[in-house]
C-alpha cells in the first residue's frame, strides 16, 4: 500500500511511446524526523512499465491493464495486484481525501536550465499547499513514456490531474510542493532511450509467488 501511494505521489504527469526509455527522477524531502533522498528509475518498454525505488523493491505494471507486480529481491519473491483492485483502493483514498482545491498557476517569467532540459517555472496553490512547476518542451520522449501511468494513477496523482485540468504545456522537470513533513522536491535527472531487456519486465525464474494480503474495505 505505501509503495503504491507512493508511486501515485511522484510519478510526473506525461499517448504511448513506441520506443524503449529510461527515466531517472531523484526525490528528495527535507525537514521532518527522517530526511528522504532516493533516485527512481523508471523504464517503458511496450506495454509494460518498470519502476525501481529502491534496490529491494522493483514494481512492473501492465499499462493497458493496470496489473502490478511487485519483485521483492533479498526474499526472491514476487506478489500480483490486480488493476481493478489498485482502482478501488484509489477510488477509496479519494474519497476519503474528497476534491483538491487548487488556484489558477501563474507563470513567473523565471527561466532555467535543469539537467539540461530548458524550463519555464509556474507557481500556484494546491490544497493550501504551495506548488512550484518547472515545465519544459525538450522531453516529448518523456512525456509520451509516462502518460499511461499517469492515467492509471488517475485522480490519485494530483500533480498530473492538475496540470492536465489547466492545460500546461510542458514535461514537469521539477516539482516542489511544500507539505506539512517538509519540502518535497522531484526532479528528473536523466531521459534516456534505448533497447531494454524484455526480461527486466517478468518474473526472474528463481523467484516464488506469493500471495497478495487482504485490502481493508474492499470485497476480494
Known amino acids: 500500500m505505501k509503495i503504491l501511494a507512493l508511486l501515485a505521489a511522484i510519478i510526473l504527469p506525461v499517448s504511448l ?13 527535507e525537514g521532518g524526523a527522517n530526511g528522504v533522498d532516493i533516485n527512481m528509475t523508471i523504464k517503458v518498454k511496450d506495454q ?8 529491494e523493491i522493483s514494481t ?23 488493476g481493478a483492485t489498485i482502482k478501488a483502493m484509489q477510488a ?39 506548488v512550484e512547476l518547472w515545465l519544459t518542451k525538450d522531453a516529448p520522449d518523456a512525456q509520451k ?33 511544500e507539505t506539512p513533513m517538509g519540502k518535497v522536491t522531484t526532479t528528473v535527472v536523466t531521459v534516456k532511450p534505448g533497447e531494454i531487456d524484455a526480461t527486466q519486465f517478468t518474473i526472474p525464474s528463481e523467484y516464488k509467488e506469493m500471495q497478495a494480503p487482504a485490502m481493508p474495505g474492499l470485497s476480494q
Open 17 to 29: 511511446v513506441r520506443a524503449d526509455i529510461t527515466i531517472v527522477q531523484n526525490v528528495k524531502q
Open 145 to 177: 513514456a509516462l502518460s499511461q501511468l499517469s492515467a492509471l494513477s488517475g485522480k490519485a496523482d494530483p500533480i498530473s490531474t492538475f496540470i492536465e485540468k489547466n492545460q500546461l504545456s510542458g514535461f514537469p522537470v521539477r516539482t516542489v510542493v
Open 48 to 55: 509494460k512499465a518498470r519502476i525501481d525505488v529502491n534496490p
Open 92 to 130: 477509496k483514498v479519494q474519497q476519503q481525501q474528497g476534491e483538491l482545491k487548487a488556484d489558477i498557476p501563474k507563470a513567473t517569467g523565471r527561466k532555467e536550465t535543469i539537467n539540461g532540459f530548458a524550463c519555464e517555472e509556474y507557481v500556484t496553490t494546491v490544497d493550501g499547499r504551495k
Open 60 to 82: 512492473i505494471v501492465d499499462l493497458a491493464s493496470g496489473d502490478s507486480l511487485s519483485l521483492f529481491h533479498s526474499r526472491k519473491a514476487a506478489m500480483r495486484l490486480p
